[in-house]
């Protein structure tokens, strides 16, 4: 009897998948995940423009960087109360989160990156701010000393900045490998198999040979 529950003991544990079966099933769910996500989210376009601060006659250069800091700072408020929101055709609350703006700490200068989810939409909200920053920097330059210029337009993007489905795919997969080999590490390694049965397949060490003792 104990022969055949030690054969169904090894047939049961050979049905046993591999142990680092986590591995292939979590990349292919995060592959599918991200798949998904690439195809589902809607595309977005990136459209940025340029304007720089140069000093009026007779002033110091220096200064003009130091008003591309503050007007980097303070964009979206002067393009919102420029109506910079009439002439992208889009509400203040959507410039305001859209738009988002750096200066170089060299140059007097100020990129203005606008994300919309038509391509169109991306390159009229920055031109609007940038257009807004320069009628304003016309209208202060008497007491600042600086003028703001335009100095380079946004153009429409032809192709999304977000991520394709293909990408989005990839790091999938890569999260889910990774997900899964640290599942590999974290669960506990199988215990080699013990009982009765096993204890009895093993033969036990042969005896030392007895050795006849003369009776004297």
């Given at each position: 009897m104990s022969k055949f529950s030690g054969l169904r003991q090894r047939h049961s544990t050979r049905r046993l998948p591999p142990r680092w079966w986590p591995l292939p099933v979590c990349a292919l769910l995060g592959a599918t995940a991200g798949g998904a996500?690439?195809?589902?989210?809607?595309?977005?376009?990136?459209?940025?423009s340029y304007v720089v601060v140069t000093p009026a006659e007779k002033a110091d250069p220096s200064v003009a960087l130091g008003f591309a800091q503050a007007y980097g700072r303070v964009?979206?408020?002067?393009?919102?109360?420029?109506?910079?929101?009439v002439w992208a055709g889009v509400s203040a609350n959507t410039l305001r989160a859209?738009?988002?703006?750096?200066?170089?700490?060299?140059?007097p200068m100020i990129a203005i990156t606008a994300t919309s989810a038509r391509a169109g939409d991306a390159a009229?909200?920055?031109?609007?701010?940038?257009?807004?920053?320069?009628?304003?920097?016309?209208?202060?330059?008497?007491?600042?000393?600086?003028?703001?210029?335009?100095?380079?337009?946004?153009?429409?993007?032809?192709?999304?900045?977000?991520?394709?489905?293909?990408?989005?795919?990839?790091?999938?997969?890569?999260?889910?490998?990774?997900?899964?080999?640290?599942?590999?590490?974290?669960?506990?390694?199988?215990?080699?198999e013990s009982g009765p049965e096993l204890a009895a397949a093993v033969p036990a060490p042969a005896g030392a040979a007895s050795v006849p003792q003369e009776v004297g």
């Open positions: 996500y690439g195809v589902v989210k809607t595309p977005e376009y990136t459209a940025t964009a979206t408020q002067v393009a919102v109360i420029g109506d910079a929101q859209s738009v988002q703006t750096a200066t170089s700490p060299d140059a009229g909200m920055a031109n609007a701010v940038a257009r807004a920053l320069t009628v304003n920097g016309t209208h202060t330059q008497a007491a600042t000393g600086v003028k703001v210029v335009q100095f380079s337009r946004a153009a429409e993007p032809l192709a999304p900045s977000s991520p394709s489905a293909s990408l989005t795919t990839l790091v999938g997969g890569c999260a889910g490998g990774l997900l899964g080999g640290l599942t590999l590490l974290a669960r506990p390694r199988r215990r080699p």
